[in-house]
């Protein structure tokens, strides 16, 4: 008989992992990065795989247009392209 481990077991060693490497890290003062070896390369290649979709599902909360024709897409895979970068953090905290 082969045992399964459900979803909510992977999501709880999750978790539990990322807790683990942020004592780590806040232990040794030293990012993931370079827990993990270091620094390989300069440039990453990015697989764009969503393709707009969450520009078309948040547009209202991103403050912009929905990807409606081939055009969009287009636009919006040249706009990436070009970028090269993220010009800002995507995550914002939230001050209570």
């Given at each position: 008989?082969?045992?399964?481990?459900?979803?909510?077991?992977?999501?709880?060693?999750s978790g539990i992992d990322s807790v683990l490497w942020?004592?780590?890290?806040?232990?040794?003062?030293?990012?993931?990065?370079?827990?993990l070896g270091g620094k390989i390369r300069d440039e990453l290649a990015l697989y764009w795989s969503h393709c707009g979709t969450d520009r078309y599902r948040y547009s209202?909360?991103?403050s912009v247009n929905k990807l409606s024709?081939?055009?969009?897409?287009?636009?919006?895979s040249q706009e990436v392209h070009n970028?090269?970068?993220?010009?800002?953090?995507?995550?914002e905290s939230k001050q209570e």
């Open positions: 008989m082969v045992r399964q481990r459900s979803k909510i077991a992977y999501k709880v060693m942020n004592i780590r890290v806040k232990t040794l003062g030293a990012p993931v990065w370079q827990l209202d909360q991103l024709t081939l055009s969009d897409i287009e636009d919006l970028r090269r970068g993220l010009d800002s953090d995507l995550i």
